[in-house]
């Protein structure tokens, strides 16, 4: 007999029963870690209201646009911080009420911010990176364990959702009537019904989410795998300065000037400072028509030769790059409105209804299994 043949042959029932194992012991083990992030991923899907909920002094602005100097917000920032923090970018309003956000770094310690007007360069407020946003982003990001590959484990574990969010989906399939499988059931118990529905229903964000985070978290292995479907460009992660000229190096002002020079109609919304002797400006620019949440116009400066060391567009990005660019909107929920926003909050809470549904219909199962057992002793028992 063929393989094929043979696989054809093969007995439907092991496989289910090997895909019921995988989806189960996914859930009791990594599925735990995953409902955590998803949980914190739910909140951070509206940290800004939140954030102006908890600290409203934050948002206490004049002008909902830069009047100052980048620099000037830089230096206003690092005085409030103090002497050790370094700032490395800032970010500009991208709605009306929102500040200018400084974001420091004292030797190897948490991302810090201040928080700056945008009409008088005051500053509102500072974070030490040790607050509920600061916190909650470092769990989710990298389960608060950046310098020990925790980026990777949280990439890991997206894998491990999205294997359970097909198998799951898998199991759904063939066992139901479609009309009993998109909604609840009599004479199941309410878990059963809660898993099932809202499994179904939840599996695609669930799915998307997972794959997104972990293109997120291995992004060189993401850039490969999007490789054999079309060009990707060159990473700008790995741009570092060229130039070994002493001197002065110009600062964020400047450097906004020249990569406005190559687009005049851009606007900037962050800016990337040079960190070590080989660091480079990062020029995040929005053109007219550019409606992402994250902009798609990036221009690199060198500090001191001035040179453009990268640039990348939207005209110039590639089918594949604007996959890769996709993934990260869709995972905050950037991307799609409303609609989107609140499908990938509640994206976030369904690992953990899945789990604490799960675990009472296995429970229950080992107490099936359990009864029959115990059953044919009893019997051999009552005939002696």
């Not at 409030?80 to 956000?101: C, F, H, K, S």
């Not at 293109?215 to 079309?230: E, H, L, N, T, Y």
């Not at 990036?298 to 567009?313: E, N, T």
């Not at 991307?335 to 994206?347: K, N, P, Q, T």
Request: proline share 5%.
């Amino acid at each position: 007999m063929t393989t094929s043949a043979t696989a054809r042959n093969a007995d439907p029932s092991r496989w289910r029963r090997a895909w019921v194992q995988v989806h189960l012991w996914l859930g009791l083990t990594l599925g735990v870690v995953g409902a955590l992030i998803g949980l914190s991923g739910s909140v951070l899907v509206y940290d800004h209201e939140i954030d102006e909920v908890l600290n409203p002094q934050r948002y206490a602005i004049t002008a909902a646009h830069h009047a100052l100097a980048f620099d000037d917000y830089a230096q206003r920032a690092a005085k409030a911080l103090g002497e050790d923090a370094r700032p490395t970018g800032i970010r500009l309003p991208n709605q009306d009420d929102a500040p200018v956000i400084v974001f420091a770094r004292a030797g190897n310690g948490p991302f810090q911010r201040a928080y700056l007007d945008p009409g008088t360069g005051r500053v509102l407020d500072t974070a030490t990176g040790q607050d509920w946003l600061g916190v909650l982003h470092s769990f989710h990001e990298s389960l608060m364990l950046r310098e020990y590959n925790g980026r990777e484990i949280v990439g890991v574990v997206g894998v491990a959702m999205l294997v359970s969010s097909l198998s799951g989906l898998y199991l759904w399939w063939p066992a139901r009537g479609a009309r009993a499988s998109f909604a609840f059931r009599r004479g199941r118990t309410l878990s059963r019904n809660l898993h099932y529905t809202f499994g179904f229903w939840g599996m695609v964000v669930l799915a998307a989410l997972s794959f997104t985070g972990a293109v997120i978290a291995f992004p060189d292995a993401a850039r490969s795998a999007a490789s054999w479907f079309g060009a990707v460009s060159s990473s700008a992660r790995g741009v570092r300065s060229t130039s070994d000229a002493g001197g002065p190096a110009i600062g964020a002002d400047e450097a906004v000037a020249i990569a406005r020079a190559l687009y005049p109609r851009a606007e900037p919304v962050g800016i990337g400072l040079p960190v070590g002797p080989r660091g480079a400006f990062r020029v995040n620019l929005r053109e007219a028509g550019d409606t992402d949440s994250r902009s798609a116009t990036v221009v690199f400066v060198d500090p001191r030769s001035r040179a453009v060391l990268f640039r990348a567009d939207q005209a110039s990005r590639s089918a594949a790059d604007r996959f890769l660019a996709w993934q990260r909107p869709v995972h905050e929920g950037s991307m799609g409105g409303s609609v989107w926003r609140a499908l990938v909050f509640a994206g976030g809470l369904s690992p953990a209804l899945l789990m604490a549904t799960g675990l009472p219909m296995w429970l229950a199962s080992r107490r099936r299994k359990r009864v029959v057992r115990v059953r044919p002793a009893m019997a051999a028992l009552a005939d002696d």
